[in-house]
């Protein structure tokens, strides 16, 4: 009797790590919004190998579940990512341990449900690969406009769920939605930054104080980043007075937005103007620039337009060169980029067109209403370059080298015009607002444009190949066609690693 129990206590000893793994993933019953999933066991110290098996259905008896067997796989670890083929359906998983001498300790049957939404449904959502090299066959594509991850093939893979109290009516407005260096997910949703894993937990989400802005709120926009270090950085507005010349026609100071200093008889506008904000993990302001103190020294200091008010830069996009501590600013409405020295703020170069009173403000030669400027990895300054100051001209991607220090030293040396695949992309209509330009480790560059009638996101090499193209699109019940979905801003991961990293990410812990 005694050698009996001793005997029972080593093969509970032995289960244990399957009976009561503290660690399983995913979880039992869990509800997941993605369909590449991480699987995941604690180790048995005598396995040699693991094998998983999953099953479309959702089943307790062994025969059933090995009749409906769908995927299996073998590794020597204890861990898995495995697709599975499709959203709103159940699926059975086990994993199988084998030790030195064949012995195999099998777990108990596990259990999970993939959720689905209406926008993944492809009679509802596409996203149509019209070009695929196999290159990035195992890329993941963000896009902001669907709130989804796609992969190379144009098969929904994630989606963002409901989180901070909103549901799938109410998440609408997203941009930005990207791959941060540690493995989670940014983006802004209602003009608001958040950070969230895998699995959808908000890890962080911006304090929206005003302690920049002097507002109640800081007035987020257009980007938001995680940085290498562990901090976040986001532009966001202020609303400054700005101080009028004193040459001002009469009908600018009976504007009603004009605010008259009487004892001093000066007149002010109210503005706005671009910020940056850094903030550590805890939500603290780390640093911050605001754009005004620029400005207000600036050319543009006696730009009075025609509707009897400053012009509007509109701030759209920054780039923090972490290695030479240099951050690049766009501002769209003006066709001019800054860099600024980080951390005292310093300008250190302005690149386009320098304002002349009198005169209206346009593009340069160069640029015009851009969108996206980033630092190669060579050095060079990139950017989307929206050409809206030429009727009928394309947007392209602009690689520019700074040829010395100085106002507008910049000589292109590539360009790729972003409407030479698909003649059904040529649309009148120009693209005046949002697309974005990221390149890719092997140097070619991922581009995302869009306007109301066309979308388009494709990859491109330095010899002008396309390597892979996708267009986003929706059925219009109405009209009884697809229509584009717009994207403001898409995003890639292209490496294994980036990806593992994305799945695992916080799910140990």
Known sequence: ???????????????????????????????????????????????????????????????????????????????????????????????????????????????????????????????????????????????????????????????????????????????????????????LLNNVPYEINYDGDILWKAPNNGRVSGDSIEHYHHEFTRLSNGHYMALGSEYALWKLPQSVKSDVLLNPKTIHDSINNIYYQKVEFGTIIEYDEKGDVVWSWRSSGYFRNSDLRDNINALNKFKDVHENSFFFDEKNQNIIISFRNISRILKIHYPDGGVINTYGNIYEHGANESGNDLFCNQHSCKISTSGNLYMFNNNCCHKGASPQIVVMNELNSGENNLKIIWEYSCLTEDAGLKAAAQFTSGGNVVELPDHAMFVSFANDLSSNILIVNSDKKILWSAIPEKWNLIENKWEPVYQYRASIATTQKEIGSLIWNGAKK
């Open 1 to 187: 009797m005694e050698r009996r129990v001793k005997i029972l206590a080593v093969l509970m000893l032995f289960m244990m790590p399957f009976l009561a793994s503290a660690r399983l993933l995913p979880k039992e019953d869990g509800k997941l919004h993605y369909r590449i999933i991480g699987f995941y066991i604690d180790s048995i110290p005598s396995a040699k190998k693991y094998t998983l098996d999953i099953a479309l259905g959702n089943f307790n008896a062994e025969d059933s579940f090995k009749k409906n067997i769908i995927l299996s796989r073998t590794s020597g670890n204890n861990n898995f990512i495995a697709e599975v083929p499709y959203f709103g359906r159940q699926y059975t998983w086990r994993i199988t341990s084998a030790g030195a001498h064949s012995s195999k300790s099998k777990t108990r049957l596990y259990h999970f449900s993939t959720t689905a939404i209406p926008d993944l449904d492809s009679n509802n959502t596409r996203l149509r690969v019209t070009k695929n090299t196999g290159r990035y066959k195992d890329a993941l594509f963000f896009l902001d406009g669907n709130r989804a991850i796609y992969d190379a093939y144009g098969q929904p893979v994630w989606y963002l769920p409901a989180i901070d109290g909103l549901n799938n009516e109410t998440l609408r407005d997203v941009r930005d939605m990207k791959l941060s260096p540690q493995g989670t997910i940014t983006f």
